[in-house]
């Protein structure tokens, strides 16, 4: 008997670790300890969202094995050139503004530091892939060699447009956000481990 009334409590610890997953809404005036710079150091908090002033790759340590992010990001500057995202593992998916004053691409790249030496693929307006978007709930997922994005611009739980990309080795695991130049704002992160 005693077995028979523990199981249910063990059952219930396996689930929530499968289920564990991090969050970051960034209302506060510092990223904090759990923020380190993988890239640049200007990654910061402003108007309670992520941004960052220059270059900047920004590791979440807390997501460290999580394999799926999820987060809104919105266009702050009509730059063309800029750009900001997310990356998990060896995959970054960069959003890049144009003069519209929305996004007119999305782009799986190798992440910094990744080591790996392919040109990743952009997802553009211009190739008719998708249509200018100022905000998207969007979220980016590792699985071996692939990275599958998915970009929800009306907040209803469905993507709009859904791409992934063979990069042709490993991607891994571990979250951060990306930017340059105040182009966009990250904010409302959450990640987990997905299959
Ligand atoms: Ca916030
Ligand atoms: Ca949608």
Not at 53 to 76: E, H, L, M, R, S
Not at 176 to 181: A, D, E, H, M, Q
Request: glycine fraction near 10%; hydrophobic fraction near 40%; proline fraction near 4%.
């Amino acid at each position: 008997m005693k077995f028979a009334k523990s199981l249910p409590i063990l059952l219930s610890v396996m689930v929530s670790a499968t289920a564990f997953a991090a969050t970051d809404n960034f209302n506060r005036t510092t990223l904090g300890s759990n923020w380190v710079p993988l890239i640049g150091t200007s990654g910061k908090i402003a108007d309670n969202k992520y941004t960052s002033d220059g270059a900047a790759y920004t590791k979440f340590t807390p997501a460290a094995n999580d394999n799926q992010a999820t987060v809104t990001i919105a266009v702050t500057r009509q730059d063309i050139g800029h750009y900001g995202g997310v990356y998990v593992g060896k995959a970054s998916l960069k959003l890049r503004p144009a003069s519209s004053g929305k996004f007119e691409a999305v782009c799986f790249e190798p992440t910094v530091l990744s080591g790996l030496n392919t040109p990743g693929k952009c997802f553009t307006v211009g190739n008719h892939d998708i249509t200018g978007f100022a905000k998207a709930r969007v979220t980016l997922r590792t699985s071996g060699a692939s990275a599958f994005a998915d970009i929800d611009t009306n907040n209803d739980g469905v993507p709009e447009w859904s791409f992934w990309y063979n990069f042709g080795a490993t991607l891994g695991a571990g979250v951060g956000l990306l930017g340059n130049t105040n182009a966009v704002t990250q904010d409302n992160l959450a990640t987990s481990l997905s299959n």
